[in-house]
């Protein structure tokens, strides 16, 4: 029987103006049988409780796929032509709890269980960081511990926050000391800004982290870098994460806690491209803050990032004539 593949709503169909607005204008999937012949899920998490300066991720999920309509199926540059070869679909938002954080990580938790039960990639639309400790969670119970690649302005490392210990700035602290990370495969790109110790980066090298401060990136292709990336964090299944405020505020000024000096739109297409050949097997793009997206340009680019990410997953197609 010949696997029944989705695609995204083609702009001759419906006017890209038009229609339900799911992630690239893919069919939106529910039932229990149907996820089962599911290769990836695009997933929303419309939360933003655990952030710490501006709000507003709570509705990042929506604008992202209502910047994903231009779209298309096929990657000029790289030649991934996911959906020939993949199965994917768009499963809606996870219910969470608009008022207790803890309940909500808990939901996202048990939420995921689910997705992954499927043998489903998720690529997850944020939502503040909070969220990616909760997959994580539900990640090693599916794979094991995950090498990752985290693309961001901030380590995320932070003990507590104003006394809490899960929020958008310590998720990667509490996945070391929950054992869900293999921190001998674990990169972290973009970091800058300030901070109140060393400490604050340093943290991570003593676990073993590669971290690639921004001013590493300035003025040069990260190709190179990328290479690297793939040695260390190879040889097992990779989690990508990207916080879309790694990327200078110049392109993408709609985040909750914007840097300057940061990443650029080119140079993140070259890390998320760089992971191809990997055994990546989820990732996320989060806090895109619609409200400080006057443009919808930051949603734009969020979309595109997670587009990437589908193209870099195992078994794409890659068709170059």
């Known amino acids: 029987m010949t696997k029944r593949l989705h695609q995204p709503l083609g702009g001759n169909e419906m006017p890209r103006f038009g229609g339900i607005a799911s992630m690239m204008r893919l069919p939106v999937v529910e039932k229990p049988e149907e996820l089962d012949e599911l290769d990836v899920a695009f997933v929303g998490i419309p939360l933003d409780i655990g952030t710490s300066l501006r709000a507003g991720t709570r509705f990042g999920p929506r604008q992202i796929r209502a910047e994903s309509v231009m779209i298309r199926p096929y990657n000029m ?40 039960s499927h043998n489903i990639i998720p690529l997850t639309l944020g939502g503040d960081h ?14 094991g511990k ?94 990508l994460s990207f916080d879309i405020d790694g990327i200078d505020p110049a392109w993408a000024p709609g985040t909750g806690t914007p840097e300057v000096g940061g990443l650029t739109t080119i140079q993140a297409l070259e890390i998320i491209r760089g992971c ?35 193209c870099v997953l195992p078994n794409v197609k890659i068709k170059k004539d």
């Not at 803890?102 to 939420?111: G, M, P």
């Open 146 to 239: 995950v090498g990752l690649v985290h693309i961001d302005a901030h380590a995320d490392v932070n003990d507590h926050m104003f006394g809490e210990k899960i929020a958008h700035g310590t998720t990667f602290r509490r996945a070391v000391e929950e054992d869900l990370l293999d921190c001998d495969r674990v990169v972290q790109i973009g970091l800058r800004a300030q901070g109140y110790s060393a400490n604050d980066f340093n943290w991570s090298r003593d676990q073993g982290f590669r971290v690639v401060q921004a001013e590493e990136c300035w003025h040069k292709s990260l190709e190179p870098l990328m290479q690297e990336v793939r040695e260390k964090v190879g040889g097992g299944p990779v989690y």
């Open 77 to 116: 540059a790289t030649g991934a032509a996911p959906f020939e070869s993949l199965n994917v679909a768009d499963i809606g938002d996870i219910a969470i709890n608009t008022f207790n954080l803890l309940d909500a990580v808990s939901i996202i938790e048990k939420e995921y269980d689910r997705i992954l």
């Open 130 to 143: 909070t969220l990616t400790l909760p997959i994580l969670r539900a990640i090693k119970r599916k794979h």
């Open 276 to 310: 191809a050949g990997l055994d990546v097997i989820g990732g996320d793009l989060v806090e895109v803050s619609p409200p400080y997206d006057t443009t919808g340009n930051t949603s734009l680019l969020g979309a595109n990032l997670l587009y990437e990410m589908l």
